[in-house]
């Protein structure tokens, strides 16, 4: 997912955040849709698709030792 929405194929909203937030400074980003049930999903579909190009590759965490997979619990 990252690095789909790195690469701003799908969507430039993370650069429009970006701009509204670090360059401007108005906090009003411009987004495209303009609202979340707008939204098709395909478009959600692409974002979790592999990204198969030269140069980008799977984001690898190293293991946790000190993490017990009973403890983990969602927070969604």
């Known amino acids: 997912m990252v ?8 969507s430039r909203d993370f650069e429009e955040g ?3 937030i670090l360059v401007d400074k108005d ?7 303009r609202q ?3 939204m098709k999903d395909s ?7 592999r990204v198969d190009e030269e ?3 799977d984001l690898k965490f ?4 000190n993490v017990h997979v009973s403890r983990i619990i969602a927070k969604l």
């Open 36 to 38: 979340l049930k707008d």
């Open 62 to 65: 190293p293991p946790r030792k």
């Open 3 to 10: 690095c789909n929405l790195m690469k701003g194929d799908i």
């Open 43 to 49: 478009m959600v579909d692409q974002y979790f698709e």
């Open 55 to 57: 140069g980008w590759e």
């Open 18 to 20: 970006c701009r509204a």
């Open 27 to 33: 906090r009003n980003p411009k987004w495209e849709p």
